[in-house]
Every structure is written in C-alpha cells, then in structure tokens.
C-alpha cells in the first residue's frame, strides 16, 4: 500500500512528551499566580530587560518579575521535554525497531526468523511472542506444503510413468495379451482418479467453501458402516458401532467422507483375521466426539504423530487390495480443521489405532429421528450388501 511519508512516532511522541510538560508548568504558573501573586499588587507593569537578573532574588519577586520568571521555567521545560522526550521515546520504541527489522528478514528472506524479545511481558512482548507464533506455524504450514507438492507430483507420476510403460511394452509386442494389459491399465486409471479426487476434497476442506447444517455423527457412522461392510466381510473384520446422538455443524458430506475414511483405514489397518472395528460416538455439553479403534499391530508415538501427513502410510496395508493413496488421516484432519474441531490419534496398548474427532456440538435443538437404538453389527452375521455408488469411498 502506498503511503505518503509523515514524522516518525518517535518525534510525535517527543513532541507529546514536550508539549504535556509545557502545559502542566503554564498551568502550574498560573497556579501560582492566581492563589499566590494576584492579591500583592494591584498593577502589572511591563518588566524591564534588567528584571530577567532578578528573577531568583527572593526579596525581589513579585508581580513584576514572575512573568519573565514563567517564560524562562516554560522556555526550560520546552528543551527538556523535548531532550527528554526524545531519548524516552528511543528507549520505549526499541522493541518497536526490532520487530520492524525482523519482519523486513522475513519479508526478503527465511521464515527462520524469530524476534525473541526479552524481559518481562507487555505489549510490545506480547506483540513478539504472537509475532514469533505466527512466523512458526506459517513456517510449518509452507513446509508441509511444499512436502505435500513434492508427494503429489511424484504420486501423479508414477500411474502416468506406468501408464507409458504399458503403452511401450504393447506397441513392441503386438501380439501380447490385450485382455491383461487393459486390466493393468485400468486399475492404474483407477488410482489415479481416485488421488485426484482425493486432492479435491482436501482442497475443498482446506478452503472451507461449504455451508453447514446440523448433522448427527451417529447417523454418518451408521451409513459409513452399511457402505464398508462388505470390505470388511471380505477381510473377515468385525465392525462395532454404538453411542448416542452426536449434532454438530458441518457439511453433511465431508463429515461423511471423514467418517468413512476413519472406517476404511481402521478396516484397512488391521488384523489378518479376526480383527475388530469399534466406532462410538459421545455427546458432551458443548461438544461432540466420533471415536474410531481398531486392532493391529503395535504403533510407536513417533509413527502416530506423522499419520495425518499427507502420502504417510504407517505400516504396509494387511489388504493390499485398498491400498489407497496415502491421504486419509490428511483428509481427516482438514476436515476437522475445517469444521473448528480438534483430531487425536493414540496407540492401543494392544496393537492398533485409536482415532477421536471433537468437534463442536450443535446448538440445542429437538433431535433429529434415528432409525433404532444403537447397534451392533458383525461382519459374518449379514450377508455382504452392495455400498451405494453415491456414497464416498475411504481415501
């Protein structure tokens, strides 16, 4: 933005400091001449030049030489508010200055760069402190940004790179099987979709350009549930769901591919037999809970910490059939980001993940109708049903 040049704050602040002392000593002045001078002489003469050498004569001070006495306190004031003025407002801007000069390296250079201010808190250090926040979670912020860039682009890559290597060992062996080589390419084409879907709907979280409306977290877990029970059938894994009714406010359809995505990585995370999925969902006062576990092998805090990364897979998927793209604890946790609520992921003690959603509860209303009380729902009971196409897939 461009500004036209004015005086710096710290000469209006001297010429604050300066003009507050030449007010208070003319008001004290005059002070002094109303309840102190005023009742010695009825006349005010013009002083003579030579009254200004009698001025601090006791015996000499009067109605005569207090005013050229007052010009000369005023004129003293006026130098020394100013002098003083200007070192004061040195001294207090310092912190000022060196925030300036942080954010001009900014400006031009690393996000390495931080103010740390020292001494004890107020305004300017707290102005530092929320500085320095800022420059840290803006640097971790570009910083994933750039590693999710460089994972995109190679996974991009790489369906297009084997997608040329088919076309090339086709066009030198004519006579190849054609049938096997269109599967190939399809379930190439297929991962590649689903990735680009997938980055849209991380895009789409991240800039939240949804509208919101009360949403049941119980009802999502059910609906996410009926569409993976057939995977999990499959993979002989048994689903759980119980809880209560969860209302928040959000986007029917990203808080649905986030519970979707927590089912379809639990399912995909997990035991080679007889593992199990719970899925509970909590209401609290102000804010509701979605709780997905599962069991698995043994998780380490460290690996934990780096799931919601994008492209992180933290150990190799048990079903090798759902591999999918490396993004759905990262499309969780933009979602929940996108919808002020705050994502946790545990180890179980027993091997496997535990993953919880809070996010705000909805004001109170009348709950919403539910088809029945909560359920139980194991895989081998129930035939597979077909997932309805309209429904997300876990990414």
Partial sequence: MGRRPGPSVRLKLTLSYAAFLVIAGALLLAAVWVFLLRGRSRSLSIPDPSDFLRVFDPSNFGPVVFVPAGILVLAFLLVFGLVGGWILAGRMLTPLIRITDVTRKVANGPLSHRIRLPGRRDEFRE????????????????????????????????????TQALLEVARDDPDGDTRALFERLRQVNTRAIDLTEALLVLSRANQR??????????????????TL?????????????????????????????LTTNLVHNAIGHNLPHAGTVWVTTSARTDTVALTV?????????????????????????????????????????????????TLTLAPRPAGGLRVTVCLPAAPARTPPERPGPASVRTAPARPAARPRPERPRGI
Avoid: Y
């Avoid at 048994?238 to 591919?257: R, V």
């Avoid at 897979?313 to 609520?341: F, K, Y």
């Fill in 127 to 162: 102005l530092a402190d929320s500085f320095d926040t800022m420059l840290a979670r803006l640097e971790a912020h570009v910083a994933a940004q750039q590693r999710f860039a460089a994972n995109a682009s190679h996974e991009l890559r790489t369906p297009l790179a084997v």
């Fill in 209 to 226: 350009s949804f509208t919101t409306e009360p949403v049941d977290l119980s009802l999502m877990a059910e609906e996410a549930i009926e």
């Fill in 229 to 257: 029970l057939p995977l999990a059938e499959q993979h002989g894994v048994t689903l759980e769901t119980c809880g209560e009714t969860s209302t928040t406010l959000g986007s029917p359809a990203l808080l649905l591919q």
């Fill in 293 to 341: 576990e599962n069991t698995g092998e043994q998780l380490t805090a460290a690996l934990v910490a780096t799931l919601t990364e994008p492209f992180q897979r933290g150990t190799d998927r048990l079903h090798t059939g759902h591999a999918g793209v490396g993004l759905g604890l990262a499309i969780v946790n933009s979602i929940t980001q996108a919808h002020d609520g």
